[in-house]
């Protein structure tokens, strides 16, 4: 498994190059970023493929509360009922269905569903439903060719 490599996001697949590279700027913009860390470093290790090498995962790693909305009532571990570690989004353009529990193949839904009571994503998600249809289509052309 470690020695698999990444998924190689498309320069111009869906939507063109320009709307692609639109979209991930507005992507840190509006404050997907925030969560979905666009880019990690690896740390120090023997194997020298794996060596100080940037990993593009779009995501901290962290769990955050996001909301009644996503709520599963389950705690596990140290994450409560309404907590969920950041879905990396690499790979993002080979899935079918979206969210922890698959409940939508609609990818803008996917984006909404992160807003709802008490949700850390909250603002970014106004940010995003702000944006002009062009804009969003950016974004979802973005993440559709990671
Ligand atoms: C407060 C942190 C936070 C912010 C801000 C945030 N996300 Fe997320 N995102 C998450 C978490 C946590 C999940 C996993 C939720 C789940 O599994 O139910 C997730 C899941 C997703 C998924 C589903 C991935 C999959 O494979 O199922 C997409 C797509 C996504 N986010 C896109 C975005 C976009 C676009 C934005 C900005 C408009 C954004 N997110 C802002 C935390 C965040």
């Known amino acids: 498994m470690r020695f ?3 998924p190689q996001p498309s320069p111009d697949s869906p939507g063109g190059a320009t709307s692609i590279a639109n ?3 507005k992507f840190v913009d509006v404050g997907c970023a925030l969560c979905h860390t666009p880019s990690f470093k690896t740390g120090n290790s023997a194997v020298a493929a794996l060596n100080n090498k940037p ?3 779009f995501s901290d790693l962290l769990v955050h509360d996001m909301g009644d909305g996503l709520a599963d009532g ?3 571990g140290e994450a409560g009922p309404r907590e969920f570690r950041t879905a990396p989004l690499w790979g993002l353009g080979q899935r079918i269905f979206f969210l922890h529990d698959g409940r939508t193949a609609n990818l ?9 009571n008490g949700s850390e994503a909250n603002g970014v998600i106004a940010n995003f439903n702000n944006l002009g249809e062009g804009r969003k289509q950016d974004i979802l052309n973005f993440l559709r060719s990671l």
Do not use: F, K, M, P
């Not at 803008?108 to 709802?116: K, M, N």
């Open 4 to 6: 698999l490599d990444a």
């Open 23 to 25: 979209g991930r700027q």
């Open 55 to 57: 990993v593009n995962l």
């Open 74 to 76: 389950v705690s596990q």
């Open 108 to 116: 803008e839904r996917a984006i909404r569903e992160h807003a709802s």
